[in-house]
């Protein structure tokens, strides 16, 4: 085995052994192992397999294939990088460790990429795991089934399958980050968006208990969908393929078909507003209760135990809705609608009118777009997020609000903006494709160091949520007003 200083760094884990290379900074990453088998085949809607073993040194010097998926629509493929890597054997993990010696005994972040469970992967630049290694962090990304493949649901076929990848890349990591310099008692899991709803059903899914020690939700809360939402996506992608909607049908389709449908149904939904879509379900062998009700009411009937003892990090950005409204023009339409925008949104949200009033006051310059975008990320995002850091639990929870707004007109402090900053990674160029030219590195450093703090210690840096008072600020003083002036403007999309 080379020895840790080495620019071929090697580690045997539970499969063979891998050769990963050396940063100029000293520390390590190890790409594309396999933590599973490729899902194809007999496997492509199966629960995840064991990985083949492997003679002789595996290269780990790039990252692995991706998991299938359809590309971003415009505007968002400017705004969100989205690379894609060909290959079947798409459920790989990566490492970025200090020290790939056993016996090191450092602190584990596992990091779970957001997109709707339908996009996204762990080679995105932005998530390159350097910064946290440098600062003492093991850090893990990885792959999981996406769309159909992931999170259709089918008769023929176990529910929830890019959960139970989720939870058999911990799994690995249990098994092997020590290997890396890694302790496998001191497992952060942390996501943002569908990165953090994953979060939030590992802590509900009995099958991941003891995975991990602490969590991180960044814009993204406990949810399952109905099975009616689901089976609904799958219904219609048979339609379109002419088929029957069973695993085994989908099975005996080519991949490229199968993707062009789920493209095809994904642009007629909106899971913003409602509508089928790809999701987690309630299944008894996954995800038997609703997490959030499992977390927030673990005296009800059915509902496993709940991870009290695990202190989370969570939050939001301060404009989720931005990255959702402002690019594709629905900010402008829902401001020409004017009330009868902001009255659905509230009977959407399940606000009262003394809400609504109150958030006017509190943004008098808004216009209907702004209301409404404030409505659906608190029904969304930020109403669960207080209600599972309020929930009486064992262990901690801290909040956070990011509120710096984006360079790029009329974004704001929106949605995936605050990922560059938790990760250090400002100077990659796909950061500024949100934040815009000369984001803040005093406010990544910051943040980055809450982050680590968290992993290290359990401790972001500041109290505990109690119900009262707002969330620790990142990026203020918040200059609400003018960027709710900033509203309607388009966004200048980067090239």
Not at 10 to 29: F, N, Q
Not at 231 to 247: C, F, I, N, P
Not at 337 to 359: E, W, Y
């Amino acid at each position: 085995m080379s020895a840790a200083g080495s620019t071929r760094p090697r580690v045997r884990t539970s499969s063979g052994v891998v050769e990963g290379r050396t940063g100029p900074d000293g520390t390590a990453v190890f790409r594309g192992i396999p933590y599973a088998a490729p899902p194809v085949g007999p496997l492509r809607f199966a629960a995840p397999a064991p990985p083949a073993a492997w003679d002789g040194v595996r290269d780990a010097g790039s990252f692995g294939p991706t998991a299938p998926k359809v590309p971003y629509p415009e505007p968002f493929a400017s705004l969100l990088s989205d690379p894609v890597v060909p290959g079947d054997d798409c459920l790989n993990l990566n490492v970025w460790t200090p020290d790939p010696a056993p016996g090191a005994g450092l602190p584990v972040m596992v990091w779970i990429h957001g997109g709707a469970l339908t996009r996204g992967s762990s080679a995105v630049p932005v998530y390159d795991g350097a910064a946290f290694a440098r600062d003492g962090v093991v850090l893990v990304s990885f792959n999981h089934r996406l769309g159909v493949l992931g999170y259709g649901l089918f008769p023929d076929a176990p529910a929830n399958r890019g959960l139970l990848d989720q939870i058999a890349a911990l799994e690995w990591v249990r098994d092997n980050i020590g290997a890396f310099g890694g302790d496998p008692a001191r497992v952060s899991v942390f996501g943002e968006s569908a990165g953090a709803i994953s979060v939030g059903a590992l802590l509900a899914a009995p099958r991941a208990a003891g995975l991990f020690a602490r969590a991180v939700l960044q814009s993204g809360a406990p949810e399952v969908l109905t099975r009616d939402r689901v089976r609904t996506m799958v219904r219609r992608m048979a339609s379109l393929l002419t088929v029957e909607a069973t695993a085994e049908a989908f099975t005996a389709t080519a991949l490229p078909a199968l993707l062009a449908a789920q493209g095809a149904v994904l642009r007629r939904s909106n899971a913003l507003i409602g509508g089928p879509a790809f999701g987690l379900v309630t299944d008894p062998d996954s995800l038997p209760d609703d997490p959030l009700r499992a977390l927030t009411a673990p005296d009800a009937p059915g509902t496993p135990a709940p991870s009290a003892n695990v202190p989370l990090l969570l939050g939001w950005t301060a404009q989720e809705h931005r990255l959702w409204l402002a690019p594709t023009g629905a900010a402008r339409m829902l401001d020409r609608l004017g009330p009868l925008a902001v009255s659905l949104a509230r009977l959407r949200s399940g606000k009262d009118r003394t809400a609504v009033r109150a958030l006017r006051a509190g943004l008098p310059e808004a216009g209907a777009a702004e209301v409404v975008g404030n409505l659906l990320a608190d029904r969304l995002l930020r109403d669960p997020l207080r209600l599972l850091a309020g929930a009486g639990r064992a262990a901690p929870s801290f909040v956070y609000e990011f509120g710096w707004p984006s360079g790029i007109p009329g974004l704001g402090a929106c949605h995936a903006l605050e990922i560059g900053f938790v990760f250090d990674t400002l100077a990659v160029p796909e950061s500024a494709w949100l934040a815009g030219p000369d984001a803040p590195q005093a406010l990544a450093d910051e943040m980055h160091a809450a982050w680590v703090a968290f992993a290290v210690t359990g401790d972001p840096g500041w109290a505990p949520w109690t119900g009262n008072g707002p969330p620790k600020g990142f990026g203020g003083p918040e200059r609400v007003q003018e960027q709710v002036r900033a509203a309607p403007a388009t966004p200048r999309v980067l090239p």
